[in-house]
């Protein structure tokens, strides 16, 4: 008999069908009352043992933790709590799990101590939770690029180049590590390594995705990627997840529009699919908060924080307007921020970016025209000079989630900011080949896939949103 997920179970009629149901015990009560959870929903079915029919070799077995395949039929519960539950006829333990010996118990555990068991913290309402809408979130960006004639471009996760020219790069190498090859002039010798020059980790796919796009008109990118980069945040990881879209035939404008279309798309998705871990979560934070100071709670539910970033047009402003606005805020002028505005030009930390967004707008803010000196190089310059066509995407209780610009697609000028920033033209000759040969305008950003979970499940750090994540000084699993 075909085995029966939890989800699809629990939206049958109690008609006494006899069905099989598959998954890991949560509780075992009674010697008789056993909840099971298959990972399919938030919800576990009740398997019913009535007393004496079940030997003790068997219900002995029956412990937290243990995967457990039942037979029986599906009956009106006698019980609160449930709507039908599970006559048992034959059970048999899959896999045994020593109750004396489980990591989780039938209790809350603390978030820190699940990340040290991150195998085992999938098993958790609240993880279970959140990788559901993680998923429903990926299906929801395939979607959205497919409906819009998007083509998903595969772009590379091994190159030789550095596309953001941070220098946040991690080395793919095959040299041995004690003893490589070296130069006349005592350097390593890259080209003897497996590409035959140095190679790296892709830190984005967004040169790649130019490339695509100045041909099939609109790609994005959907993977993997990489920094070095020594930040220990809850905004920051060494491995994360980045959809980036590139357009031809469109600017700055195009730009913002598409991204302020598809996070609010992809939002709805996950509202109208994971009603129930959504609704989980949000009682979750809630109670979470009830412990902290009045003014570090959240102003709003998740639930309702996620509505009203759907129905309120996103605020558009120019750096000069924020950097006006953050000069005359009030932790300005008392010289709250540990790094005080002084002049235009500077750069925006987070504290500056999560006061416009929390305090000042109160919703989803888009900063455009950044001065060129904050900015990479592949950014368009814009007529004052001082500026590029820059914009970045701040949410409440993230900060920045989008990054992104129209590209410099002018050949001479490009060159002069390649020059500028000390990038040599040898690295990059086939990103400069598409300005040479039918360039054209075009505009493309990339969304921080974590970042975007975060603010949907309400988790507050990053590290709780990825399966496995990979931090400085830590890569455990
Ligand atoms: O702003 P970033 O560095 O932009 C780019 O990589 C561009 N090439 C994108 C493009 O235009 N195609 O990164 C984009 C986004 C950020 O806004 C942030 O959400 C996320 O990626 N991000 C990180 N997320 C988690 N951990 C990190 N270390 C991150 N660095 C960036
Ligand atoms: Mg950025």
Redesign the pocket.
């Known amino acids: 008999m075909e085995r029966i997920k939890i989800k699809e179970l629990l939206r049958t009629e109690p008609t006494g069908t006899e069905v099989v149901v598959k998954g890991w015990v949560r509780t075992f009560r009674n010697n008789q009352f056993a909840a099971v959870n298959d990972g399919s929903t938030l919800d576990n079915i009740q398997l019913v043992l009535t007393l004496d029919e079940f030997d003790d070799k068997i219900t002995s077995r029956i412990n937290p933790g243990a995967a457990i395949s039942a037979r029986g039929t599906v009956v009106e519960s006698q019980g609160r709590g449930q709507r039908i539950e599970i006559k048992v006829k034959e059970i048999e333990v899959l896999g045994e799990s020593d109750p004396e010996k489980y990591p989780l118990q039938p209790k809350k555990h603390s978030l820190e101590f699940l990340r040290e068991n991150a195998h085992l913290r999938f098993r958790t309402n609240t993880f279970g939770a959140v990788f559901r809408i993680r998923h429903a979130a990926s299906m929801a960006v395939h979607r959205f690029f497919d409906e819009k004639g998007f083509i998903y471009l595969h772009s590379p996760i091994l190159t030789a180049s550095d596309?953001?020219g941070?220098g946040?790069l991690f080395r793919v190498s095959t040299l041995d590590a004690k003893h490589p090859p070296l130069t006349d002039d005592n350097q390593v010798d890259f080209k003897k390594d497996f590409f035959g020059k140095e190679a790296h980790l892709t830190?984005?796919?967004?040169?790649e995705?130019e490339l695509g796009a100045l041909a099939l008109s609109d790609v994005y990118?959907f993977g993997p990627?990489f920094?070095a980069?020594q930040?220990h945040t809850t905004?920051?990881?060494?491995?994360?997840w980045?959809i980036?879209?590139?357009m031809a035939f469109a600017d700055l404008t195009d730009n913002m529009n598409l991204a302020e279309k598809m996070l609010k798309y992809i939002i709805q998705y996950v509202m109208n699919r994971c009603e129930k871990d959504l609704a989980f979560l949000d009682a979750r934070l809630f109670n979470d908060e009830k412990n902290k100071p009045q003014d570090q709670r959240s102003s709003m539910r998740l639930v309702e924080k996620l509505k009203f970033c759907l129905e309120n047009d996103f605020e558009r402003i120019s750096y000069t307007d924020a950097i006006r606005i953050l000069q005359n805020s009030k932790p300005n002028k008392k010289k709250k921020f540990q790094y005080v505005i002084e002049e235009w030009g500077a750069d925006l930390q987070s504290e500056h970016e999560r006061f416009l967004v929390e305090k000042h707008f109160k919703k989803p803010v888009i900063i455009y025209n950044y001065p060129k000196d904050i900015k990479?190089f592949?950014m368009r310059v814009n007529e004052d000079l001082k500026t590029v066509a820059a914009m970045?995407?701040l949410f409440p209780g993230?900060g920045?989630?989008?990054?992104?610009?129209q590209r410099e697609e002018r050949l001479n000028v490009l060159l002069s900011r390649m020059e500028e920033m000390k990038i040599p033209e040898e690295e990059l000759p086939w990103y400069l080949d598409i300005r040479k040969y039918g360039s054209c305008p075009h505009a493309?950003?990339?969304?921080?896939?974590?970042?975007?979970v975060q603010f949907v499940t309400g988790m507050s750090n990053?590290r709780d949103v990825i399966p496995f994540p990979r931090t400085p000084g830590s890569i455990a699993f």
């Not at 905004?235 to 994360?240: D, G, N, Q």
Request: glycine letters at 14%.
């Open positions: 596309a953001e941070a946040e830190v984005s796919g967004q040169l995705a990118t990627t920094r980069e930040s905004r920051h990881l060494a491995e994360f980045m980036e879209p590139e990479a592949y970045d995407i993230i920045e989630i989008i990054g992104g610009a493309g950003y990339g969304l921080g896939f974590e970042r975007f990053i």
